[in-house]
């Protein structure tokens, strides 16, 4: 079954079609979708998790560049069966 995602882009929202092969989570998938780089953003990203003490650190780093970004409600689609 395919995945999708949604998310909210400068208060647009969209659904993009998801697949590991392509991108390692679904932060990555989106901003590939909108064309943004994201070079300094994983390098900042990398230090951050060799110095923080918990993992959170990282996780709340890159929830809240992804909202100074402007994304918004990234998650993915639930599939409802038929």
Do not use: P, W
């Not at 995945?3 to 092969?21: A, E, L």
């Not at 590939?32 to 110095?51: K, P, R």
């Amino acid at each position: 079954m395919a995945r999708q995602i949604s998310y909210t882009f400068n208060k647009q929202k969209k659904v993009i079609s998801f697949s590991y092969d392509k991108h390692r989570d679904i932060y990555e998938a989106v901003a590939a979708a909108e064309g943004i780089n994201l070079t300094q953003f994983l390098a900042m990203e990398q230090q951050i998790a060799m110095t923080a003490k918990h993992s959170s650190a990282t996780k709340n780093f890159r929830q809240q560049e992804f909202i100074r970004m402007g994304f918004k409600d990234i998650a993915f689609v639930r599939q409802e069966e038929s």
